[in-house]
């Protein structure tokens, strides 16, 4: 796995986390993390493309997306939901897998390989599109 860096590209227009072509899975342990890791290394999945975020990473880099929001640009209410609900299961010591998946295609064979992971919360973020991927929200918006 590689160490995860919060890139300029991540960010939506408004400044908020907004990965394209990333899958963002949370899990309650490290341990349930690296299991899923595991699984899709073990299925051939490029270890490089998948990185590990611990609770404090995910508050310190999401907050810090903040700091990048354009004056004359306002999140959208969605947008910041998401990202407080990363943070509320952060708080609660959850860890996240990023994924890059560009394709629909790829995105559906991890989840398949990811069938019996104990996902906590996922999404896959799209150019103009959300995908919930699992979790107790079940909606797809429009950004």
Not at 37 to 63: N, R
């Amino acid at each position: 796995m590689k160490a995860f860096h919060l890139q300029p590209a991540m960010l939506s227009y408004g400044g908020v986390f907004y990965p394209v072509g990333y899958i963002f899975l949370m899990f309650a342990s490290e341990q349930d993390a690296r299991d899923a890791a595991a699984l899709l290394v073990g299925d051939g999945y490029d270890g490089e493309e998948i990185a590990l975020l611990t609770p404090a990473q995910i508050h310190d880099e999401l907050t810090r997306a903040d700091g990048h929001l354009a004056p004359h640009a306002q999140p959208t209410s969605q947008e910041m939901h998401r990202v407080q609900r990363f943070l509320q299961l952060a708080q609660l010591g959850h860890h996240a897998l990023m994924i890059y998946a560009p394709t629909g295609h790829e995105t559906s064979h991890i989840m398949q390989v990811l069938q019996g992971a104990r996902i906590s919360y996922g999404q896959k973020y799209r150019p103009v599109s959300i995908e919930h991927l699992a979790g107790k929200e079940t909606s797809i918006s429009v950004v």
